[in-house]
C-alpha cells in the first residue's frame, strides 16, 4: 500500500513533466495582432525547407498576416477529411492531377475572382503550367512548383558501347537501336545493363501512346484509351518485353532500389537511358556525383515527326479547400508565391524550372541543373503532354497501369489490353458524368 | 442454476466496456454506413440515393469478382498452413526440452514485428534478382522463382508471409495444450497407445475450441488482408494476382473517393465473414469439445 502511495505521485509527476516540456518545445509563438493561415503542405526533406523558407519571407514582408505551415503526409486524403469535417487548412500543397477531382468534389474554390482583384493572369505563365489549374473554365490553383521531362542518359555506357556521347538518339527507333548495343548480359544470361526500360521509373505509364498522338478521351464523355495512335504506343512498348524476355525484365527490375536512393537503377548504370523530371539532377548530386550523364529532348516516334521536343509536364499547386477561414489572407500568400522573387527561390529550392513566362537571368546563373534550359523549352513546347483533367482519373489511371503490366508480361496485346481499359472505363465514365448531371453540376 | 446465472452476469460485465465503446465510437458510423451504401457519397457532398445501384454494379464489376477470388484463394492455403503449422510449433515448444523459454521467445518474437517493417523486411528477402531467399535457393540449384513480379509467385509469396507470424497463434495453443489434463494422457499411455494415438485421440479433442477460436480469427483475419500486400505489392501488381478484397475497397473509399461504393463492398464483406463463421462453428459442433464434454 505504501509502494502504491509513493508510485501513483511519481508517475503523475513524470507525466505532467513530459507534458510541460513537450508544450513548451512544440508550442509556436501565436501572435494574436495577426491573421493566422494554415498551409498544409506534403513535402518532407529539402522541398519543405525550401517552402518554409518562402513561408519565412512572407511572414516577414507584412504585418498582417501569419502562415502556419506544416507537413502532412498523404496531404491529399487529409485535406478531404478536414473539409468534410469542417476545418479545413485554408491553403493546401496538392499534385496537379488531384484539381479535377478536387473540383469535380466541390472541395477547392474557384479562384479566379482573387486572380482578377490581384492581377494574377494566364499571361504571367507559361501555358501549360496554367492549364494545370484551370478546369470546366474555372481557375482552381495556382502553381508552387512545376516539372517537366526529358531524356537522361549515361555517357559513360554509350561510350562503353562505341557510341558517341554527344549524340543522343533523336528518334525512338535510334533510342532501341542504341538501346540494344548498351544492353549486356551475365554469364547465366540474367539481364546486367539495360539501354532502356520503359517500365523505369514507372509514373508515367499512361503517357506512351500519347507520345505516338494518342489521346486518353476526347474531353467530353468518351474514354479513347484504344484509338490506333495509343496501341501502336503500348505495342513499342511491349516490344521491349520481347526484346529482353519478360521475365527476364520482371527479375532484373526487382534489383532496383528506390527512386531517391543510391540504388536507383540509373544511378547505378544499370539502366543507360530513363524518362525524368527535371529534379532528377538532384538525386544524382545527392547519391551518385561522379556519374557522367547528359540530357536531351526524348526521342520521338519516327512516323511521327510532330512529336519532336514533347515532354510531360506536371506541378504541385496551391489550392484554397472549401471552408477555408481566412480565403482572402489566404489568396494573398498564394499570390506572394507566384512573384518572380519568391517562386524563383522556391524552383531553385526545390531544384526545378519555374512556371513563369518570365524568367530572370539570376535564376538561369544561380540553378545547379546544367540543362535547366532544356527542361524549361521543352515546357514551352507546343507537343507536352498532360494527364487528363478527368475526376476519374485516379481510378482510369490505375487502369492504364494494370493494362501496361499485362502487355509487359505479355498475358495481353496491347489492343487487348486497351480494349478491356476501354470497355471497362466507359461505363463508370458515364456513370460519373450522370451523377455530375444529376446533381446538376454539369449539362 | 443460480451458479449459471451469476456467470452470465459476470459475462456480460466484462463484455460491457467493449459494449460502451461500440455503442459510444462505432454504432454511427455502422449504422450509417448502411445507408450510404445505397447512395453516391464521396464524404464531401451531402449523400445522394441511388437505391441498390453501388450492389448492382458490384455484382457487374469484374474487379470486384477478381479481389474476391484472389482473397478466396489466398485465405484457402494460407488459413491451413496457418493452423496446421501453429499446432505443430505448439506441440513441439510444449514438449519438454532444454531451453524452452528460449525457444518459445524465439518463435513468437517475429510476430511482434510492425507490419509496415514485415513487408519491407520481406521485400527484401523476396527480391528476384539478389533476395535472400532466391540466393540460397541458387545455391541448391533450384530454379529461383520471381516472387514479386510473376503474377504466379506472388500468392504463394504472401502465403509464406503470412506464416511468419504464426507466434500468436502458438502462443493460444500452447496455454490450450498445457490444460489437457495428464491424467488423460497417462490413462491413455497405460492403456497402450501410441504417440500418434495420444495426440488423435486425447490432445486434438481437447485442444478442438482453441483450435476453432483460431481458424474463427484465421477466416477473419486473411479475408482482411491488406497491410502487408498494400505495402509489397502497389495496385496489387503483378498484374493485379494480389489485388485483395480490401485492397479495392480501399481505394474505392479513399482514392477514388466512392464511399457508397465502398461501404456496399464492406457490408458485402462483413455477410460473408458472417456466414463463414456461422458455417464454421456449425461444421465444428460435432468435433468441438468443451471441457472434456462434447457440446
Known amino acids: 500500500m505504501a509502494k502504491a502511495g509513493f508510485t501513483v505521485p511519481i508517475l503523475a509527476a513524470v507525466v505532467l513533466t513530459a507534458w510541460w516540456g513537450t508544450e513548451r518545445i512544440t508550442r509556436t509563438v501565436y501572435d494574436p495582432t495577426r491573421i493566422h493561415v494554415t498551409y498544409w503542405e506534403k513535402w518532407t526533406g529539402f522541398e519543405f525547407q525550401g517552402i518554409e523558407a518562402v513561408v519565412n519571407d512572407f511572414n516577414k514582408s507584412q504585418n498582417r498576416i501569419h502562415v502556419d505551415l506544416l507537413s502532412i503526409s498523404d496531404v491529399g486524403n487529409k485535406t478531404l477529411l478536414a473539409v468534410s469535417g469542417g476545418v479545413p487548412p485554408d491553403v493546401a500543397g496538392l499534385w496537379g492531377p488531384n484539381v479535377a477531382q478536387y473540383a469535380d468534389d466541390a472541395a477547392i474554390q474557384p479562384l479566379e475572382g482573387y486572380c482578377n482583384e490581384f492581377g494574377v493572369k494566364a499571361s504571367d505563365y507559361i501555358p501549360v ?67 532502356f526500360l520503359p517500365a523505369e521509373p514507372g509514373w508515367w505509364n499512361w503517357a506512351w501512346g500519347c507520345v505516338f498522338g494518342g489521346r486518353l478521351w476526347d474531353g467530353k464523355g468518351k474514354i479513347t484509351a484504344n484509338e490506333p495512335e495509343n496501341v501502336l504506343g503500348f505495342q513499342w512498348v511491349q516490344d521491349f518485353a520481347k526484346r529482353y524476355g519478360p521475365e527476364d525484365v520482371q527479375v532484373f527490375q526487382s534489383g532496383f532500389g528506390n527512386y531517391a536512393s543510391p540504388e536507383n537503377a540509373f544511378l547505378t548504370s544499370k539502366v543507360a537511358m530513363e524518362l525524368h523530371g527535371v529534379y532528377m539532377n538532384y538525386n544524382i548530386k545527392m547519391y551518385r556525383p561522379g556519374l557522367n550523364w547528359a540530357a536531351a529532348p526524348f526521342p520521338y516516334p519516327k512516323s511521327r515527326p510532330d512529336m519532336k521536343g514533347w515532354a510531360i509536364a506536371d506541378e504541385d499547386v496551391l489550392v484554397i479547400p472549401r471552408g477555408a477561414k481566412h480565403p482572402k489572407e489566404a489568396f494573398e500568400f498564394i499570390r506572394y508565391v507566384q512573384s518572380q522573387k519568391a517562386m524563383e527561390k522556391l524552383c531553385l529550392l526545390h531544384r526545378k524550372n519555374s512556371p513563369l513566362s518570365h524568367i530572370s537571368d539570376d535564376f538561369w546563373r544561380r540553378h545547379e541543373h546544367p540543362y535547366i534550359r532544356l527542361f524549361d523549352q521543352l515546357a514551352r513546347s507546343s507537343k507536352v503532354i498532360l494527364s487528363p483533367k478527368m475526376g476519374i482519373w485516379p481510378e482510369y489511371s490505375e487502369e492504364l497501369n494494370n493494362a501496361f503490366e499485362e502487355i509487359m508480361l505479355m498475358r495481353k496485346t496491347p489492343q487487348q489490353a486497351l480494349d478491356y481499359v476501354t470497355t471497362r472505363m466507359q461505363p463508370k465514365l458515364d456513370q460519373y458524368l450522370e451523377r455530375l448531371r444529376r446533381r446538376g453540376e454539369v449539362k | ?114 507490419q509496415v517493417s514485415l513487408a519491407v523486411l520481406w521485400l ?50 500452447l496455454a490450450g495444450l498445457q490444460d489437457v489434463p495428464v491424467q488423460l494422457l497417462e490413462a491413455a499411455e497405460l492403456d497402450g497407445a501410441s504417440a500418434w494415438a495420444k495426440t488423435r485421440h486425447v490432445t486434438l479433442p481437447m485442444l478442438s475450441p482453441v483450435i476453432l477460436f483460431n481458424v474463427i480469427m484465421g477466416i477473419i483475419g486473411t479475408l482482411q488482408v491488406f497491410t502487408v500486400p498494400y505495402i509489397m505489392f502497389p495496385g496489387g501488381s503483378p498484374a493485379r494476382s494480389t489485388y485483395f478484397y480490401t485492397m479495392y475497397l480501399f481505394d474505392n473509399a479513399f482514392r477514388y473517393n466512392k464511399m457508397g461504393y465502398a461501404a456496399a463492398m464492406g457490408w458485402i464483406m ?26
Open chain 1, 129 to 195: 503550367y496554367w492549364d494545370i489549374c484551370n478546369y470546366n473554365g474555372h481557375v482552381y490553383a495556382l502553381p508552387s512548383t512545376p516539372a517537366s521531362t526529358a531524356l537522361y542518359y549515361n555517357r559513360d555506357l554509350f561510350q562503353k558501347a562505341g557510341l558517341d556521347p554527344n549524340k543522343p538518339p533523336e528518334t525512338l527507333e535510334e533510342l532501341v537501336a542504341m538501346g540494344d548495343r548498351i544492353t549486356k548480359r551475365r554469364s547465366d544470361g540474367r539481364l546486367d545493363v539495360a539501354g
Open chain 2, 1 to 114: 442454476m443460480k451458479e449459471r446465472r451469476k456467470g452470465k452476469i459476470a459475462g456480460l460485465l466484462f463484455a460491457c466496456p467493449w459494449f460502451v465503446g461500440l455503442s459510444l465510437f462505432m454504432a454511427y458510423p455502422v449504422c450509417a454506413s448502411v445507408y450510404l451504401s445505397f447512395c453516391e457519397y464521396s464524404v464531401l457532398k451531402p449523400p445522394m440515393w441511388v437505391g441498390t445501384e453501388n450492389y448492382r454494379d458490384l455484382f457487374h464489376d469484374e474487379l470486384f469478382w477478381t479481389t474476391i477470388k484472389n482473397t478466396g484463394l489466398y485465405a484457402i492455403v494460407a488459413l491451413p498452413f496457418g493452423v496446421l503449422l501453429g499446432i505443430f510449433l505448439a506441440m513441439m515448444l510444449n514438449s519438454k526440452v532444454r531451453g524452452l523459454a528460449f525457444y518459445r521467445t524465439i518463435f513468437f518474437l517475429p510476430s511482434l514485428l510492425p
Open chain 2, 124 to 173: 527484401w528477402v523476396f527480391n528476384g534478382d539478389d533476395g535472400v531467399l532466391n540466393e540460397f535457393l541458387r545455391m541448391l540449384h533450384i530454379t529461383a522463382p520471381n516472387w514479386l513480379s510473376d503474377p504466379a509467385w506472388s500468392k504463394p509469396a504472401l502465403v509464406l508471409l503470412s506464416l511468419w507470424g504464426v507466434g500468436n497463434a502458438v502462443v493460444i495453443y
Open chain 2, 270 to 295: 462483413f455477410l460473408a465473414i458472417l456466414v463463414l463463421t456461422l458455417f464454421a462453428l456449425k461444421v465444428s459442433e460435432r468435433h468441438v469439445y468443451y471441457g472434456g464434454e462434447a457440446k
